[in-house]
Each structure stands twice: as structure tokens, then as C-alpha cells.
């Protein structure tokens, strides 16, 4: 959950460890309870990380970016697409005859995601940001992480102060369901 680093080395490890849930789905037979469980760990994982940016990145993208209010919002809209996908499958049992299908859209709207903060986004924080400011919000993305939410939550807000003091509610009940229905264990 938490690697260390600039905030960018730490959002970058969190987008390699979904693109090994990702693979070893592919990996696993269909309809199996293991896609189950690992389709748990991808939203588990999401979700920690898309709540981490919308608290601490998005907000430092609008302050510290030109075209900052631009980027922030497409990517916040990427995480909205994303969080339906991940309701959907909630609801879904690893032999439903869409279980699949949505796997695999998933998957492409995360690695579009992915794709663009990588090659586009960490670039101009890179570029413009002190290190000082990526390092704080590195520690400030760690710590959002442990507190966030396990599950979609798609009509909670995305942005702060209404996403900061909800969040961390919503991850103490969202880990207490885990803990009781041994999810994401």
C-alpha cells in the first residue's frame, strides 16, 4: 500500500501492482471465486489510490499547473468512469455472463488512465513542481491510502473539503465489511 517516494514514485508503484492483479486475472480460470478475489484486489487497490489523488494530486494539479482546473477534472471524470465499472462489478459473480466483459473494460479505462498521468501528467508536475512539494505530497498520498475507502463509492464527492471528511468514515466502514466477510484478505 505504501512504497515511498515522491508522490509520483509512489502513484507509479500503486499502477504496476494493478497491472500485476490485472494480469494474474487474465491468468486465472473463468468463473473461478479466484477472479473474485482478484477483481476484489484491483478495486481494493483503485479505490485507495483514486481517493489518494482526488485528496492530495488533483488539488496540487489545479494549484500548481497551468491548465491545472483542466487536467484535474479530466482525470477526476477518468475516476468517475472507472468507479461505475467497479460498482458494476461488485454486483457481479465471477460466472455472471457480463463478468468478463466489464473486466475487460475495466482494464482498458485504467490503462488509458494510467497511460496518460504517466506519459503526461507526472511529466509536467516533474517539470514544474519543486521536489519539496512532490515529496509532501508523496507522504500525504501514503497516508490518505490506510484511511480511504475499499469499495466504490460513486455518488460520494471527489473533491476537497467534502471528500477529505468522508473518506476516512466511509474507509473505517468499508475495512469493518472487509474485516467481517474476510474480503480482500
Do not use: C, W
Amino acid at each position: 500500500m505504501g512504497h515511498g517516494g515522491d508522490v509520483i514514485a509512489e502513484l507509479t508503484a500503486d499502477h504496476r501492482e494493478v497491472d500485476e492483479l490485472f494480469a494474474q486475472f487474465s491468468d486465472a480460470m473463468p468463473g473461478s471465486a479466484d477472479r473474485k478475489r482478484l477483481v476484489d484486489a484491483i478495486t481494493i487497490e483503485l479505490v485507495r489510490h483514486s481517493v489518494a489523488e482526488e485528496q492530495h494530486l488533483y488539488p496540487a494539479v489545479r494549484e500548481h499547473l497551468e491548465e491545472g482546473a483542466a487536467l484535474a477534472d479530466k482525470e477526476l471524470a477518468d475516476h468517475a468512469r472507472v468507479e461505475e465499472l467497479l460498482k458494476e462489478l461488485e454486483e457481479r459473480e465471477p460466472d455472471a455472463t457480463d463478468f468478463d466483459r466489464l473486466v475487460v473494460k475495466l482494464r482498458t479505462e485504467v490503462t488509458a488512465h494510467v497511460d496518460d498521468e504517466e506519459n503526461h501528467l507526472f511529466a509536467q508536475l516533474r517539470n514544474h513542481v519543486h521536489p519539496y512539494i512532490l515529496e509532501s505530497l508523496g507522504e500525504k498520498v501514503r497516508a490518505a491510502k490506510k484511511t480511504a475507502p475499499t469499495r466504490p463509492h460513486p455518488a460520494a464527492p471527489s473533491a476537497p473539503p467534502a471528500n477529505k471528511l468522508l473518506a476516512p468514515g466511509l474507509g473505517l466502514v468499508d475495512r469493518a465489511r472487509d474485516y467481517i466477510t474476510g474480503r480482500g484478505q
